[in-house]
């Protein structure tokens, strides 16, 4: 073998080791520039909520993200019927179809491991009016609020003012 095809036989060599490297290379430095791009969750604003620009019986919507469909709606902030915690509706839909008015700090909520005494403001699929626990919002920390969603009237407590829009 002549030095010329030995070198067209090296350099081809070199290229077949090289270029499936080049590739994973370019592929990681392409997942990484996205992982950079991407918003993350936060976990000091679970539900990612961002104003909408509309408003409903004078209040202003946001927008929060929910990690799925099917959510109930609470006629008052506890799960317990004890307490006024009996269904009044659901959110059909998951992610970022809902939206929210207000938030305020009510009784705890779990779910899956999760616990939150944070609930928000909102109207059900059904028309009813009613509340959420933040355990149901993508991302954030138990017993976490949203840096986004305005607290209740007066207090942020739920029951620490109206919060019924009629």
Request: proline letters at 5%.
């Amino acid at each position: 073998m002549g030095p010329a095809r030995r070198a067209r036989t090296f350099a081809g060599v070199l290229n077949h080791i090289l270029k499936p490297k080049s590739v994973l290379l370019s592929a990681l430095a392409a997942c990484w520039a996205l992982a950079v791009a991407a918003p993350m969750a936060s976990a000091s604003d679970p539900g990612a909520c961002a104003r909408n620009g509309r408003t409903i019986a004078g209040m202003a919507e946001y927008q929060c993200t929910l990690w799925r469909g099917n959510v109930p709606v609470y006629g008052s902030y506890s799960t317990d019927p004890n307490y006024g915690g009996r269904v009044v509706g659901y959110l059909y839909a998951g992610g970022r179809a809902n939206w929210f008015t207000s938030q305020c700090r009510g009784n705890k909520a779990t779910l899956v491991g999760y616990w939150n005494y944070w609930w928000a403001y909102t109207l059900a699929d059904n028309g009813r009016w009613g509340y959420v626990p933040l355990t149901y919002f993508d991302g954030g920390a138990n017993d976490q609020r949203s840096a986004t969603l305005p607290l209740s009237y007066f207090t942020g407590r739920c029951g620490g003012g109206s919060t019924h829009p009629s």
